[in-house]
């Protein structure tokens, strides 16, 4: 899989603001979130990890069904807004993080499932990305990632910090195994349709893909 190193980061704290004013954007992640608790069960057991959550629109669907949750992103402004939505809800198991994904920043751990919507176009590595939040699960954690199916550039307007058009489900399974992940497979999240920069209206699907790290074997550690 690769990526391109041409398009200018995008300024997240700039953003972050105006980030719920879109109802596509908000509605996608009540997809995905309702995808994830369709194919992963959820339990007040569990810690899990979101990252680059953003404004927390995916966190905040889950929390109230896990144990707790660790909202990670590289934006501070991102992080600000999903801040105050915690302390305006009274949330006291949902707690935000500062991490450089694209770093080696650690993220904590460990946690039995990691969650992500719609960040992986945004990150120039992704297989190394992988790597580390395969290596902050539980043995038999879980990954669960959602992003848009290959798109072909055109479901961005402003394609500044963009550098992956989609993904080719077949070949991101590719970058899972690699990572150390097992069962890999993909359900369709959400689907919908929006103008492109052409000036006519296109569907685009986002994917769920789920992804399990090895259970730990005796004499194997």
């Not at 980030?19 to 995808?35: F, L, N």
């Not at 305006?88 to 993080?97: C, E, M, P, Y």
């Not at 497979?185 to 790290?213: N, Q």
Request: glycine share 10%; hydrophobic share 40%; net charge negative.
């Amino acid at each position: 899989m690769t990526g391109s190193d041409g398009p200018p980061r995008r300024d997240f704290d700039r953003d972050a603001a105006f980030w719920d004013e879109k109802p596509d954007r908000v509605r996608m992640a009540g997809d995905v979130a309702s995808a994830i608790e369709r194919e992963i069960p959820l339990d007040r057991s569990m810690d899990v990890l979101d990252f680059g959550c953003g404004t927390g629109l995916l966190s905040l669907h889950l929390a109230p069904r896990i144990g707790t949750l660790t909202a990670v992103d590289g934006s501070r402004g991102m992080l600000d807004v999903l801040d105050g939505k915690i302390e305006r809800l009274g949330l006291t198991a949902v707690r935000t993080r500062l991490v450089d994904l694209e770093g080696d920043d650690p993220l904590g751990g460990p946690y039995h499932l990691a969650v992500s919507s719609m960040t992986l176009h945004h990150i120039v590595n992704v297989p190394s990305l992988l790597r580390r939040v395969q290596a902050a699960l539980h043995p038999g954690g879980r990954l669960a990632v959602a992003d848009l199916d290959r798109e072909g550039g055109r479901f961005h307007r402003d394609r500044q910090g963009v550098f992956h058009e989609g993904f080719e489900r077949r070949l991101l399974a590719g970058d899972l195994a690699a990572a150390g992940f097992v069962s890999v497979r993909a359900v369709t999240a959400s689907r919908l349709t929006k103008k492109t920069r052409e000036g006519d209206a296109a569907e685009f699907t986002v994917f769920l893909m789920i992804a399990d790290k090895p259970v730990e074997r005796e004499g194997t550690r």
